[in-house]
């Protein structure tokens, strides 16, 4: 998955992967925090800056990077080894990364001002089926991002939504030995967010004039959606654009009056439709 200001070329191949003399003009070095060794990324300020405008700013700005290389403290190799493939155009293994993994990814395509990865991250976490093995590590992962806003509301989603429809698999976890002290606490947090009462979401607005929803501005009228009162419009109006109606029902009949005048004349629902959208 790509931005769609990115070059629409096989970059990876084409100064990657085959040149015979790389043409790299930066590098990013990433220390691994576990056992200190340190390992390095290379890539082209002009492909970078093409594809995030973070980027662009950086190399080519009023005030420009210097360092080469640059050291990177805030992400993974593997991260931002997936990261720049993207800005090759090459398509990232979504599917393929944990839920710590997709973390950092948002994070980077965030930091960068990616949209479209973002979204194809988001995506995925939505898209993708829930286990009991994987609930409590998804969960760890939310709470570790809660500063990533829709990415953690993401997963908590998919988290509780398990909880909530896979109830006693879930509680199987708290008879495993092997769960341990923190997931445990993981585990009820979850529970207690799954059980959280929700708000209520407010019900979809109702025509002020039609009474339906969806509106039924510029609908034809009918025995069905009738209603007492409605401002409606008939094809005769178009000659006459400060022309209102209302329409009622009398003896069985829907008949209309000229600004609710007192001469009335039946319908004809084929030229009569709905006029919403003002007072009446």
Known sequence: MTDPNIQNIDLMAGICDISPNPTYDISFTFVDQ?????????????VLACGSPVFMRQFYGE????????????????????????LYNKKPPLKHMDFQLLGKMYYLADKYLLELLK???????SSRKMVTEKVIE??????????????????????????RDNPESVLQIFDNE???????????RLMART????????????????????CLHGEVLTENNF???????????LSFPGLRRTIRKIDGHFVYSYNQAVNETHAEFTFVKYKCGENK
């Open 195 to 214: 059980n959280r009462t929700e708000p209520k979401q407010p019900p979809p607005p109702v025509c002020d004039n039609c009474k339906h929803e969806p």
């Open 178 to 188: 092997e769960a341990g002290e923190e997931r445990s606490y993981t585990l009820h």
């Open 227 to 237: 209603v007492v009162g409605a401002l409606i419009w008939h094809i005769s109006d």
């Open 119 to 125: 979204d194809s991250v988001i995506q995925e976490v």
């Open 63 to 86: 005030i420009k990077e210097q360092k080469n290389p640059i050291p990177v403290e805030d992400s993974s190799s593997d991260a931002f080894k997936f990261f720049l493939d993207t």
């Open 34 to 46: 576990t056992t200190g060794e340190t390992s390095e990324l290379f890539a082209h300020k002009l």
């Open 138 to 163: 998804a969960a760890q992962v939310a709470e570790l991002n809660v500063h990533l806003e829709k990415f953690s509301s993401a997963v908590f989603h998919k988290c509780t939504s398990f909880v």
